[in-house]
């Protein structure tokens, strides 16, 4: 399962790398979308102490039944990590109510399991494991911030989202030694932010990137002493959130109609060179006039005083030297 998320979560990290770079999205245009949002996760789950506690309970015990050297040499452990991390995966139902404000509905689903093995001194290994499982339902609403409040030259259409958490069956800690239910509160578990890029837009699909921190705590009956060696007897609390980076991929169902793009610099059209225009001849001739008016008449009265340069045309012509002789 961790290995299809990271590949998908690898492929939409590419798809973006490949956005038109000379637009800009002013808007997501869709009226009801439905989305899925990938994300790599770092729980806050601050109760791993009580089970690295018990691997190193264990690994002593081992190590104390060790007869000589040798069998001491077998007794071996490796540590959980000290880091949750997990990739969640969200999906659900979006509506733009209003333009640039956004209600969502969505489902989704948190799974973490950590293991380690322990060898004793016959080397025989032994697995210690615990899971832990959300399955938490939202609420979120999501406004798109104006881009005339953005400082960026280049920004794009930034977000900001909130969202109320709920819990559902199947939210639980199971462990080598025992199993703890969540108890699902209709009040909601907790909250979480998120701030959000609109990467690119394309053909009714929508790519946010987004980071974002959730706090999702839970109870239960429970004792978390039920599910492993030496814990605490008081009723078990823990937190399913944390911080998240996310990619959000939405597809319109129904969309408005689509605004045009903007260039992404709109600096490029002002230092864009001009267009050389060549010249009548009439504007040959003013511009050759000069300040003093002359020569400047339009190409109407040029032609008015065309007649006046045909004047010599219609006088008679010189009689030759030979013919005015004879006629003296």
């Known amino acids: ?9 690898a492929l ?5 790398a490949y956005a038109d770079e000379e637009v800009r999205v002013e808007h997501d245009n869709s009226r009801l979308s439905i989305f899925m949002q990938p994300a790599i996760s770092f729980l806050s789950f601050d109760e791993r102490e009580y089970f690295q506690k018990a691997i190193d309970t264990i690994y002593a015990d081992f190590r104390a039944q060790a007869v000589d050297k040798e069998e001491s040499l077998s007794v071996a452990k490796q540590n959980f990590q000290k880091v949750n991390f997990c990739f969640p995966v969200m999906g659900g139902i979006q509506f733009q109510v209003h333009k640039d404000h956004f209600l969502s509905a969505g489902i989704g689903f948190i799974y973490d399991k950590e293991s380690v093995v322990l060898t004793d001194r ?8 615990y899971t832990i499982q959300g399955v938490p339902m939202f609420l979120e609403y999501r406004l798109a911030i104006p881009t005339s409040l953005i400082t960026l030259s280049n920004g794009s259409l930034f977000s900001i989202g909130v969202r109320w958490y709920w819990t559902l069956p199947g939210t639980e800690i199971y462990t080598t030694w025992g199993k703890l239910e969540a108890e699902n509160s ?5 909250f979480g932010v998120s701030l959000g890029y609109l990467v690119t837009s394309w053909n009714g ?17 429970e004792r978390f002493a039920d599910i492993v060696p030496d814990g605490p007897e008081e009723k078990a609390k823990w937190n399913i959130g944390g911080l998240q980076l ?6 319109g169902l129904w969309n408005k ?24 001849p009439a504007q040959g001739n003013a511009a050759a006039a000069g300040p003093t008016g002359e020569g400047t008449g339009t190409s109407e009265s040029t032609t008015a005083k065309e007649p006046a ?9 010189e009689q030759p030297a030979s013919e005015k002789a004879k006629a003296e």
């Open 12 to 16: 939409l990290i590419v798809s973006t």
């Open 122 to 129: 016959k080397n025989k290994a032994h697995n210690y494991s």
């Open 257 to 280: 109609p689509k605004e045009p793009l903007l260039p992404k610099s709109r600096t490029e059209n002002e230092t864009a060179p001009a267009i050389p225009v060549e010249s009548t």
């Open 186 to 190: 209709p009040l909601g578990a907790g």
């Open 205 to 221: 699909f929508n790519i946010y990137g987004d980071i974002g921190f959730s706090s999702i705590s839970v109870e239960s009956k």
């Open 246 to 251: 996310q990619i959000r991929v939405s597809f």
């Open 1 to 9: 399962m961790k290995n299809f998320l990271k590949i998908l979560f």
């Open 309 to 317: 340069a045909e004047a010599p045309s219609a006088q008679e012509p």
